[in-house]
């Protein structure tokens, strides 16, 4: 079992709301990810990090805005929730030199 | 372009049998090709993973082979059983700085008792 945690699991929020998904590990990894999931879709990255105040963009666009200030935190942020932003998101961690990746639970996100 | 195929059709077996599963890539050169599986609603889970110069690895019910000609990988699984049903995703590494995965849209297998 990993060691990364996700909360919230379920959030339902309306239109226009601020919103943090927190993603945290304990295994020391420097490489973390946001995938972002439809239910029966393929996984879409859309940020990773290769360590502490490394940010890049993944392979599909979203809104939304990541930060690594410490080594085992990873939040995302929507500034402005649509429905669109709909999903399930899903945070990674990995080991080296492999790039194995370790999954969180993943948060489930409804926006009306 | 780079391309990660699995079939996306579900992969519908009897219990008992042995299932296998294709991925299939292009442009991609990769040190490894990772196999996961993943369940409705959570995150994938690692399963196994295979280096550019070995043909075969095995875990238990579990056997991967690496095509580096073919550009292929099959991923086994004997003796299957309805906990199996799932989804198996495979993903390689992009072969270049940073080495970061690329996962395969992924295929459904069930299990049919």
């Known amino acids: 079992e990993a060691d990364i945690y996700q909360t919230p699991r379920y959030l339902v929020i309306g239109t226009g709301k601020k919103i943090t998904l927190e993603c945290s590990q304990t295994?020391?990894?420097?490489?973390m990810y946001w995938y972002q999931q439809d239910p029966g879709m393929e996984l879409h990255l859309i940020h990773y990090?290769?360590?502490?105040?490394?940010?890049e963009k993944g392979d599909l666009s979203s809104e939304s805005t990541v930060s690594r200030i410490r080594t085992e935190h990873f939040p995302l942020t929507l500034e402005s929730a649509r429905p669109s932003h709909t999903s399930q998101y899903l945070c990674?961690?990995?080991?080296?030199?492999?790039?194995?990746?370790?999954f969180g639970p993943g948060t489930r996100l409804l926006v009306l | 372009s780079q391309k990660i195929e699995q079939n996306s059709e579900a992969l519908n077996i009897q219990e008992g049998k042995t299932a296998t599963l294709t991925c299939n890539y292009t442009?991609?050169?990769?040190?490894?090709l990772q196999w996961y599986r993943q369940d409705p609603g959570r995150g994938p889970v690692f399963l196994l993973l295979?280096?550019?110069?070995?043909k075969e690895k095995r875990k238990e019910r579990l056997k991967v082979t690496f095509d580096t000609t073919l550009k292929q990988s099959l991923f086994h699984i004997t003796a299957s059983q309805p906990a199996d049903s799932a989804t198996y995703l495979c993903a390689l590494d992009k072969g270049n700085a940073g080495n970061m995965l690329t996962f395969g849209g992924g295929t459904r297998l069930m299990v049919k008792p």
């Open positions: 295994m020391g990894h420097d490489k």
């Open positions: 990674a961690s990995s080991t080296q030199p492999q790039e194995t990746q370790y």
């Open positions: 990090s290769y360590g502490v105040n490394s940010t």
């Open positions: 295979i280096r550019e110069n070995e």
């Open positions: 442009n991609y050169s990769p040190a490894y």
